[in-house]
């Protein structure tokens, strides 16, 4: 099954669909840095990325014709930057906002689904009707705005087509949802909206696969039988749980159906400490002790014995200390880029290109490679099923 990956960034949406059983027929993104990433693993022979087409540029020059009818899926990450719902934002005319190219990418490629991931914010209640209209849009991507028409009026256009009905014309069935990555096996509390949508000729019925993990399945490991401790072999004097967590412990009657939510400790198992062992660190890609964490108020960084906070593009200036490691007695470091690339469920022999705080960014706007893997299996699942099912 073929797809077409927009702003790939440094890879973890691309990768995880690929692992999923998808091949990239065209991969688009425009950050050098980024580029450079995926060149370099390409080059060295990475399974995951070695035969990727990639196209280093602006997706809003890419020419779709000749793979049209040829797509399965279409996958990306729009970015989408602050606005102001009450401005002139006009949709496509406005350079900061990709959401339009990735409604292009579906009208002109007609695929049979999309895998598209955004912010949590933009479900704020700010952005609703803005939220909405990308949902009609991804509903109904033939339904193109006019010249120098405001995005609002294009909203209004859009509500009137789909109340009214036409299903003869192109259109997608279009489920939305806000995932905690955690809940899925990735190390980290990560939530992010994700746009999934079917072509609906196809009559595929779906929904958002439930969930494999959950925090309760990991207090009982650690509280109830303490089995967590145990398999790390972490001395009784380093075991820190908190009152709170202890409490919520105390109330699980049975054990939960559940794995455990995968922690700090879990997902670094095997990596020496950059700052106490540097030279065993070199063993590992990207594993530099970088210097300089500190805390204060509100900036504690991640507990090791839970999912690490969401990994973000900032660096220092990041105010929740989510790129930091926080130690049972109380001390910070930096997470290594190898340790937030493990966060992140890249494979150990992905290398980063660019600096610490250049790879940090490119970490901090992935898709974990692991949650990317387990929609896109269940999304290929479902179009190999409606293709079995059109053959019979």
């Not at 409604?103 to 939220?131: H, I």
């Not at 014309?169 to 279009?174: F, I, N």
């Not at 950059?274 to 660190?281: F, G, Q």
């Amino acid at each position: 099954m073929n797809t077409v990956e927009l702003f790939v960034g440094a890879g973890g949406l691309g990768m995880g669909v690929s692992r999923a059983g998808f091949k990239p027929i065209a991969v688009i993104e425009c950050d050098k840095y980024s580029c450079d990433t995926i060149r370099d693993n390409r080059e060295r022979g990475v399974d995951l990325v070695a035969d990727w087409p990639l196209t280093e540029g602006d997706v809003r020059e890419f020419d779709y014709s000749p793979l049209a009818g040829k797509i399965e899926m279409v996958t990306g990450g729009p970015p989408c930057q602050p606005f102001s719902i009450g401005g002139r934002h006009k949709a496509e005319a406005d350079a900061r906002d990709m959401f339009p190219e990735a409604v292009r990418a579906v009208r002109e490629l007609q695929p049979k689904a999309f895998l598209f991931e955004n912010v949590k914010g933009l479900t704020r209640s700010t952005f609703t009707s803005y939220f909405e209209y990308i949902r009609l849009q991804m509903m109904y991507p033939e339904i193109t705005p006019q010249p120098d028409e405001e995005w609002s009026d294009h909203l209004t256009r859009l509500e009137r087509y789909h109340t009214h009905g036409r299903p003869n014309e192109l259109h997608y069935r279009v489920v939305t949802r806000v995932l905690n990555a955690a809940n899925y096996g990735v190390p980290q509390r990560r939530e992010r909206v994700f746009f999934v949508g079917f072509r609906a000729d196809l009559d595929v019925e779906w929904a958002f696969p439930e969930s494999t993990h959950s925090y309760n399945a990991l207090l009982w490991d650690q509280v109830k039988e303490g089995n967590y401790w145990e398999h790390h072999e972490v001395p009784k004097r380093e075991r820190w749980i908190s009152e709170r967590a202890k409490r919520r412990a105390e109330k699980l009657d049975e054990v939960p159906a559940h794995k455990p939510w995968r922690t700090v400790r879990d997902a670094l198992v095997g990596l020496p400490d950059a700052e106490t062992d540097p030279e065993a660190a070199e063993a590992f890609h990207n594993h530099k002790f970088q210097p300089g964490a500190r805390t204060y108020v509100g900036h504690t960084g991640s507990p090791y014995d839970l999912p690490a906070k969401t990994l973000k593009a900032g660096v220092h200036g990041v105010p929740g200390g989510e790129n930091m490691l926080l130690r049972h007695d109380g001390s910070v470091r930096y997470f290594t880029v190898r340790e937030s690339a493990r966060l992140q469920t890249f494979p150990d022999d992905f290398r980063f290109h660019g600096s610490w705080s250049e790879t940090m960014r490119q970490l901090g706007n992935a898709v974990p490679v692991t949650l990317a893997e387990f929609l896109g299996r269940d999304i290929g699942d479902h179009i190999a099923s409606c293709a079995a099912n059109n053959d019979h």
